[in-house]
């Protein structure tokens, strides 16, 4: 693929947001660690370094051979970059007394250039750093300044070299997408040809060419990735991809029925098995965390190989992966580890031998989405929350009994269909509620209940690597808390997680 942008990460918690913007602007890009440039840079328009949690003056910072990219590749190096840059070509950069974290305007502006095209003088731009570039490199000439920050963007002469002290990719940055714009498009010359519709044509053509004849076999979960997977690679196969959906038992109430049902109009190859009974006997009397999520793994890999070996000749397994989990998998600080597996096959043994094949391993969650708007997916499927792939089983604390995903089941329906009741489901990322191992004291009528405590959890996100807690209407909760009380068997309290990630994770396990 040509016109690609390369960035080059070296550890920073923006470098997934550098990507996102860059895909925003239609413009593919990809990400590699610091120490892993690729040999072959011919397809790469463009470079960007990203900012970093280290000092250009540690020992141990990070320090690439970029003699393959300065001057032979517009660059664009932000806040560690623009230091790196500085200090190792005749400039310095010192700790600064004056530490930036957070806005800052930028109250001088060099406007006749290409770089700063439709960005007003004090704009808003977020900053992150300790150190400060005291003196510019050789040949620099200084093109931003901050009322703290004097060398806050520079170019160097003779090169489409530019850098930045400031994160144009962080939301808070006003004109930061319009400064990209700028570099990529005005000054690199890049194409924005990256659309839904371009990726579909490219990725059916190459799984056309990859795959062949053979037949591929996919655990479809009734979410997002898994569905628009499927649909790629059946514009690409047609009957030779066989989609096989699980019933592990530890799904929402009545969510086999209604995924299959859904699947039935998209024209998919769709086998339905119910192994409920499978999965409860394995998680019988466990209740830590990794091992119930570690049985369940091997219980899907056991019905997976059944399922599997009554398609002969099957070559390939596909894969939901995306680009989030390929990049989590990769550390910028030393070799590949290997990619993670989707969450519903939790590591295939050898003895399946079969191939992957990954549709998505490129693409964002919201690209994910508007590619499967493209092909024409339902909307309401493509706006499902993130499901974990144990299911309630990480969502019930402590052993799982048929009864406790009973309960669970009904909680869990109650607040999900309040939500859309309410039209609040679209604004939330993820929801769902939790069964803790605890009985509290309550009284219903005249009666002393003492019974199970529910725990209900709403979070805004965009990828789900952070998160914060949704500030859900009083009246709805009131509401929601009141109908599971009356309705469901076995619970007398309700209690709302307002917990953000970090420190906090999304689930409870």
């Excluded at 930036?100 to 305007?105: I, L, N, Q, S, Y």
């Excluded at 066989?242 to 995924?259: A, D, H, P, T, W």
Aim: net charge negative.
């Amino acid at each position: 693929m040509q016109n690609n942008v390369l960035i080059l990460d070296f550890g920073s918690q923006y470098t997934q947001l550098i990507a996102r913007r860059v895909r925003e602007l239609n413009i593919y890009c990809e990400i590699h660690p610091y120490n892993k440039i690729p040999e072959n840079l011919e397809p790469f328009k463009a470079v960007i370094l990203s900012g970093s949690p280290f000092s250009v003056r540690a020992e141990d910072a990070p320090h690439p051979d970029l003699s393959q990219i300065r001057g032979h590749k517009p660059l664009l190096a932000v806040c560690y970059g623009a230091q790196y840059l500085a200090h190792f070509n005749g400039g310095s950069v010192e700790a600064s007394d004056i530490r930036e974290f957070g806005r800052a305007k930028l109250s001088m502006i060099k406007a006749e250039e290409d770089f700063f095209k439709d960005i007003p003088e004090n704009t808003n731009v977020w900053m992150s750093h300790g150190d400060t570039i005291a003196k510019l490199p050789e040949n620099a000439v200084r093109l931003a300044s901050t009322t703290d920050v004097l060398n806050a963007a520079y170019r160097i002469e003779g090169e489409e070299t530019y850098a930045i002290q400031f994160h144009p990719e962080v939301y808070h940055s006003t004109h930061g997408k319009q400064l990209l714009e700028n570099f990529l498009v005005n000054i690199a010359n890049v194409e924005q040809s990256w659309t839904p519709a371009a990726f579909v044509d490219t990725t059916v053509a190459s799984l056309k060419e990859q795959i062949g004849d053979g037949k591929v076999v996919l655990g479809l979960s009734g979410g997002v990735d898994s569905t628009v997977a499927a649909i790629l690679l059946n514009k690409a196969i047609g009957k030779n991809l066989y989609c096989i959906f699980v019933n592990n038992g530890l799904l929402r109430k009545n969510e086999f029925e209604s995924v299959l049902h859904q699947y039935k109009d998209m024209g998919l190859n769709v086998k339905g098995v119910d192994a409920s009974e499978r999965f409860l006997k394995a998680l019988k009397d466990e209740s830590d965390p990794e091992r119930k999520r570690k049985a369940i793994g091997n219980a899907f890999i056991e019905v997976f190989d059944d399922e599997a070996h009554q398609v002969s000749d099957v070559d390939w397994l596909a894969q939901g992966t995306i680009y989030p989990d390929v990049i989590e998998s990769v550390s910028v600080n030393g070799p590949s580890v290997t990619i993670k597996s989707h969450h519903n096959v939790g590591g295939l043994p050898d003895f399946m031998k079969l191939k992957i094949v990954e549709p998505l391993r490129m693409l964002f969650k919201d690209e994910v989405r508007r590619v499967g708007k493209e092909m024409g997916i339902d909307p309401e499927l493509l706006g499902r929350h993130p499901f974990p792939g144990p299911g309630l089983a990480i969502r019930i604390l402590g052993d799982i009994t048929a009864e406790k995903v009973r309960i669970l089941q009904e909680v869990d329906a109650i607040f999900i269909n309040g939500l859309r009741k309410w039209e609040l489901y679209d604004k939330v990322w993820q929801a769902g509620a939790i069964l803790l191992p605890v009985n509290s004291v309550g009284v219903m009528g005249d009666e002393r209940t003492y019974e199970k405590v529910v725990a209900l959890r709403a979070v805004e996100s965009t990828d789900g690597m952070t998160a914060d807690w949704v500030n859900l209407p009083y009246e709805f909760l009131q509401e929601v808390s009141n109908h599971i009380i009356n309705r469901v068997k076995g619970v007398n309290r309700v209690v709302y997680d307002i917990s953000s990630k970090p420190p906090a994770t999304i689930e409870w396990e």
